[in-house]
């Protein structure tokens, strides 16, 4: 639960080393950017937090063993029908959710309107998926648009996680073998 926290708070810390190190840097004062960064993200983080402290309540009470394995048990049962599941319920959340997303900005544009920095932000022909948005679908189709961006965010994700963790052995199994 703290790491959800933490990680909305790093990628705020991050962005404001980011900002320090560009050329536009000097014509804002950086200790007022660090203090509205953190405080909007350190908002935002306990909502990360709770949704994360929810997910795990839950799972502990349907499927303890996703959570804490004990050393000595075998792999998790269904495996391939719980990812399947949860890529369906993912899928669904984007689909149904995303449209209807809050059109308020988020933490870095609500620091940037403050900042006056926002204005810096220019239109860019390389970047993909614009303010989640298709450009070829127009601003009637924006919901569609939106839940298509959003589909294509947890296909990558999901290709990422397959890929970066192909490698690794549950911690219980490494314990049980001696390797950790």
């Known amino acids: ?6 990680t909305v708070m790093l990628g705020a810390t ?11 840097a000097a014509d804002y004062d950086l200790g007022h950017l660090i203090f509205l960064m953190l405080g909007f993200h350190a908002l935002i983080g306990i909502g990360e937090a ?10 502990m009470q349907v499927r303890p063993d996703l959570v804490v394995r004990e050393a ?3 792999q998790s049962r269904g495996w391939i029908g719980l990812t399947v599941a949860g890529v369906i319920l993912a ?3 984007v689909v149904v959710a995303a449209p209807w997303a809050s059109s ?7 620091v940037g309107e403050q900042l006056k920095f926002g204005e810096l932000a220019q239109a860019s022909s390389s970047v993909w998926l614009e303010d989640y948005s298709l450009p070829w679908l127009g601003d009637r189709w924006e919901g569609v648009g939106t839940a298509l961006v959003g589909l294509v965010g947890t296909a990558v994700v ?4 397959i890929l970066l963790t192909r490698g690794l ?5 490494q314990r049980s073998q001696g390797l950790s």
Do not use: H, N, R
Request: glycine share 10%.
């Open 1 to 6: 639960i703290w790491g959800a926290w933490l």
């Open 14 to 24: 991050m962005f404001c080393v980011e900002f320090a190190l560009s050329s536009t």
């Open 50 to 59: 709770v949704i994360t402290g929810l997910i795990l309540k839950y799972l």
């Open 72 to 74: 000595g048990d075998k």
């Open 91 to 93: 899928v669904g959340i």
């Open 104 to 110: 308020s900005p988020d933490g870095l544009e609500a």
């Open 158 to 161: 999901f290709l990422l996680t």
């Open 169 to 173: 052995k549950p911690q219980a199994m």
